[in-house]
C-alpha cells in the first residue's frame, strides 16, 4: 500500500538555528507534495504546494525564503525551517498524492514535532 | 481563499450512542471531501472520504453525507467506542494560486465515555 515517511519524528532547535525535515513516499509517486504546519490548538495550514515539473508554490504568510523546499524526484521532498523561532513551533506535515489532481487521496507522513528553544 | 467551518470543537458522547461532525465549505467547484482521525501525538489518518459524484459513502461504522446545495458535509460514527476518542478534522479540495489544495476545518475533538 501507499506509504510516506516523514522524519525526523520530533526535533529540538535553538531558537535562530534552522532544522531540515524529509519525506519520502513509498509504494507511490508523489507527484504532487503539501507542507503543512499544524500549530499548538490550531487546525493545518498550507505552507507550500510542490507538484514535479512546476514551481514550488508558497501560500501567503510561508515564503522560500523561510521555508526552502526540495522536490527532486518522485518519491523524496524535503523542507527546511531557517532561522527557527518560538512561532515556529507546531507539527509539521508532509502530505503526498499519486498525481497532481485533486481528487486523488492525500497521504500524510508521521510528522516532525519541532520544539523551538 | 476557501474556509471551511466546523462544528462542534467539541463531542462528548456515551460509548453506544452516535456521533455527528458537520462541515461547511465554500468553493463550489471543491469535489474531495476527506476526514481524518488524529490521536494524541501521532499523525492524522485518513479514515474515510466522499467525492463531488455522491451523496453517502459507507465504511466500517463511518457514514459521511455530502449535500453540494448546501455546500456541507458531514461525518457520522455509529455505535461509538473508547477507541474512536480523537480529534477528528474534515477538509475540502479547492484550487487557488498555490495550485490544488487541501483546506481543513478546525478540528473537532471527539470524547467516547465508557
Known amino acids: 500500500g501507499a506509504l510516506v515517511y516523514q522524519y525526523p519524528r520530533r526535533t529540538i532547535c535553538k531558537s535562530g538555528t534552522s532544522m531540515r525535515m524529509e519525506c519520502q513516499a513509498v509504494?507511490?509517486?508523489?507527484?504532487?507534495v503539501a507542507w503543512y504546519r499544524q500549530s499548538p490548538q490550531k487546525t493545518f495550514e498550507l505552507i507550500a504546494l510542490s507538484t514535479v515539473n512546476s514551481a514550488i508554490k508558497y501560500e501567503q504568510n510561508f515564503t522560500q525564503e523561510k521555508f526552502p523546499i526540495s522536490h527532486p524526484n518522485l518519491s523524496f521532498s524535503s523542507m527546511t525551517v531557517l532561522n527557527a523561532y518560538l512561532e515556529d513551533r507546531g507539527l509539521y506535515l508532509c502530505?503526498?498524492?499519486?498525481?497532481?489532481?485533486?481528487?486523488?487521496?492525500?497521504?500524510f507522513g508521521s510528522g516532525t514535532r519541532l520544539t523551538v528553544l | 481563499g476557501e474556509q471551511v467551518e466546523q462544528l462542534p470543537s467539541i463531542l462528548r458522547v456515551q460509548e453506544g450512542s452516535s456521533a455527528s461532525i458537520n462541515c461547511t465549505y465554500e468553493?463550489?467547484?471543491?469535489?474531495?471531501f476527506p476526514w481524518y482521525k488524529q490521536e494524541p501525538g501521532e499523525n492524522p489518518k485518513l479514515i474515510i472520504d466522499i467525492r463531488s459524484n455522491m451523496e453517502r459513502k459507507q465504511t466500517q461504522g463511518l457514514i459521511v453525507l455530502l449535500d453540494k446545495k448546501a455546500k456541507r458535509f458531514s461525518l457520522h460514527i455509529t455505535d461509538t467506542q473508547p477507541g474512536d476518542s480523537a480529534m477528528y478534522f474534515c477538509?475540502?479540495?479547492?484550487?487557488?494560486?498555490?495550485?490544488?489544495?487541501?483546506?481543513f476545518g478546525i478540528g473537532t475533538r471527539v470524547l467516547v465515555r465508557p
Open positions: 502530505g503526498a498524492r499519486s498525481t497532481g489532481g485533486v481528487a486523488e487521496t492525500l497521504y
Open positions: 509504494g507511490f509517486q508523489a507527484t504532487s
Open positions: 468553493n463550489s467547484a471543491s469535489n474531495y
Open positions: 477538509a475540502a479540495s479547492g484550487t487557488n494560486s498555490a495550485g490544488n489544495k487541501l483546506t
